[in-house]
């Protein structure tokens, strides 16, 4: 299957989306700072009071639970509605689902009141999205990707969107179809932000193209790709962090391709 890896890149960077980002406090520079160094636009707006008029002007919205707050689940919801009364590409994080019961009750909410476009997690939190009885470790997961698989399947149906799940090999699942990428390095996981991040690049592979299969695959690719990149200069997650917003902002869209390993 041609996934227009390159083709997607360029006309990312040559459009520059306005990503709109309602995340969490660890990652919100870093999220940042990565949306513009693979050439997109970051802004992060929570307020009820402004989301809707944000959305209104961004090419696509991203929706991360990392620190919850009433306040912020009422600008989620309000976002979330917002987007797909204006057919605006939505990726929901679902960080830590499973962790909590409040943290499980936004994720119906938000679910049920405006699916989303894509949902892009680690293997434990598509499990606990898709209502299996799963043991999570925090924010982190305890469950292999491709483990995951029926359960995005699962949620694909469900919500009839794209699920992606990251880990060491990302499992990026439409329906029937289903795309590995084998892309990455472990000390991803020993950086905070990276999934984070993975979210944030996908809503703006999204909001430039409008197959969200194509542009969950894309951005799979581009994290995995630009962490191997990063890990030539840098095997530490202090300098790491550096140089994988290097590697994003270097990264050309022909070795981009050349360098993507998608089954």
Same mark, same amino acid.
Not at 15 to 35: C, D, E
Not at 242 to 260: C, K, M, P, V
């Given at each position: 299957?041609?996934?227009?890896?390159?083709?997607?890149?360029?006309?990312?960077?040559?459009?520059?989306?306005?990503?709109?980002?309602?995340?969490?406090?660890?990652?919100?520079?870093?999220?940042?700072?990565?949306?513009?160094?693979?050439?997109?636009?970051?802004?992060?707006?929570?307020?009820?009071?402004?989301?809707?008029?944000? #959305? $209104?002007?961004?090419?696509?919205?991203? =929706?991360?639970? *990392?620190?919850?707050?009433?306040?912020? /689940?009422? @600008? +989620?919801?309000?976002?979330?509605?917002?987007?797909?009364?204006?057919?605006?590409?939505?990726?929901?994080?679902?960080?830590?689902?499973?962790?909590?019961?409040?943290?499980?009750?936004?994720?119906?909410?938000?679910?049920?009141?405006?699916?989303?476009?894509?949902?892009?997690?680690?293997?434990?939190?598509?499990?606990?999205?898709?209502?299996?009885?799963?043991?999570?470790?925090?924010?982190?997961?305890?469950?292999?990707?491709?483990?995951?698989?029926?359960?995005?399947?699962?949620?694909?149906?469900?919500?009839?969107?794209?699920?992606?799940?990251?880990?060491?090999?990302?499992?990026? #699942? $439409?329906?029937?179809?289903?795309?590995? =990428?084998?892309? *990455?390095?472990?000390?991803?996981?020993? /950086?905070? @932000? +990276?999934?984070?991040?993975?979210?944030?690049?996908?809503?703006?592979?999204?909001?430039?193209?409008?197959?969200?299969?194509?542009?969950?695959?894309?951005?799979?690719?581009?994290?995995?790709?630009?962490?191997?990149?990063?890990?030539?200069?840098?095997?530490?997650?202090?300098?790491?962090?550096?140089?994988?917003?290097?590697?994003?902002?270097?990264?050309?869209?022909?070795?981009?391709?050349?360098?993507?390993?998608?089954?």
């Amino acid at each position: 299957m041609n996934f227009k890896i390159a083709s997607n890149l360029t006309e990312l960077r040559a459009k520059s989306p306005l990503v709109q980002n309602i995340t969490n406090f660890v990652v919100m520079n870093y999220t940042a700072n990565a949306l513009l160094a693979i050439g997109a636009s970051p802004v992060m707006a929570h307020a009820a009071e402004e989301v809707e008029d944000m #959305v $209104s002007i961004a090419g696509a919205l991203v =929706v991360n639970i *990392g620190t919850l707050s009433p306040q912020w /689940v009422e @600008g +989620m919801k309000k976002a979330m509605l917002a987007a797909r009364k204006l057919n605006k590409p939505i990726v929901l994080d679902p960080v830590g689902a499973g962790a909590t019961p409040y943290r499980n009750s936004v994720l119906s909410e938000l679910l049920t009141s405006a699916p989303p476009t894509l949902i892009r997690g680690n293997g434990s939190e598509i499990l606990a999205l898709a209502g299996a009885n799963v043991q999570t470790k925090g924010v982190d997961s305890t469950t292999n990707s491709t483990d995951s698989l029926q359960a995005a399947k699962l949620l694909s149906e469900q919500f009839g969107c794209v699920v992606s799940v990251s880990g060491a090999t990302d499992v990026i #699942v $439409s329906g029937d179809k289903v795309a590995y =990428v084998q892309n *990455g390095v472990s000390l991803m996981t020993r /950086v905070t @932000g +990276m999934g984070c991040s993975a979210s944030a690049i996908a809503g703006a592979f999204c909001a430039i193209q409008p197959d969200v299969f194509q542009a969950a695959v894309s951005a799979a690719v581009t994290m995995g790709v630009c962490g191997e990149k990063a890990f030539e200069k840098a095997q530490s997650p202090g300098s790491f962090q550096i140089a994988f917003l290097d590697a994003l902002a270097e990264i050309t869209a022909e070795e981009l391709e050349l360098l993507a390993v998608v089954k």
